[in-house]
């Protein structure tokens, strides 16, 4: 049908697909490509699209920097005032958070992930929102590691987060994301089971 558009956001999708089943040097191959082919042809979304996923695939193949400069430059552009993109601004804030969290920085984390948390509340980018939620609940349960007068804190806090994620209308038709804060509430659970914490149902 001669619709180039379509066809390079399909195999964008698909070098996704090659991610998310740990094929990773497939997925990149394309996701090179797809880099070059939406820069020549100034697709913005396209290539930050593109670069969103290699961020996430140079996080788990090449280390914490590599994917922080690939998305500290993508969300640069992303926000630069020609594009302006809410979306991706707010996706890769929060990517930078998780970053910062694989780099131990918890501090930079946060700020990052409260960026996120709020554009996706001002342009209602509920999906982004939930798991912006569960990516903070997770920064608090790293902090509750290490013994400290703070972890009961601490866990009070992931906990309140993911109760707020729950909260979000768009988790009511999503199994995915039912799933996703089920999976991550469940982890929190046997930490505090293994450490003797006493956990409050229904804390907010």
């Known amino acids: 049908a001669n619709d180039n558009f379509t066809k390079n956001i399909l195999k964008t999708l698909l070098a996704k697909m090659f991610k998310d089943k740990n094929e990773n040097k497939k997925a990149l191959e394309i996701l090179e ?7 020549k042809e100034k697709i913005a979304t396209g290539v930050l699209l593109s670069w969103y996923l ?16 690939i998305a500290t430059k993508a969300l640069d552009i992303a926000q630069g005032p020609s594009i302006n993109n809410y979306y991706f601004i707010a996706l890769y804030n929060k990517l930078i958070g998780e970053i910062y969290m ?11 992930i409260e960026k996120s948390i709020f554009i996706a509340k001002q342009f209602n980018l509920e999906a982004v929102l939930v798991k ?10 790293e902090l509750a590691l290490p013994k400290s007068t703070l972890r009961p804190n601490y866990i009070k806090q992931a906990l309140k987060m993911f ?4 909260n979000i209308s768009i988790v009511n038709d999503h199994a995915y994301l039912q799933k996703l804060i089920k999976d991550e509430l469940s982890i929190l659970t046997s930490f505090c089971k293994l450490n003797g914490i006493i956990l409050k149902k229904n804390a907010k």
Request: proline share 0%; net charge neutral.
């Open 33 to 39: 490509e797809q880099v070059a082919y939406f820069a």
């Open 54 to 69: 290699i961020a996430e695939i140079r996080l788990i193949t090449n280390g914490t920097q590599f994917a922080l400069d």
């Open 102 to 112: 694989a780099k131990q920085d918890f501090e930079s984390a946060k700020v990052y």
């Open 132 to 141: 912006c939620y569960i990516l903070y609940a997770k920064l608090f349960q």
């Open 163 to 166: 109760q707020l994620a729950k």
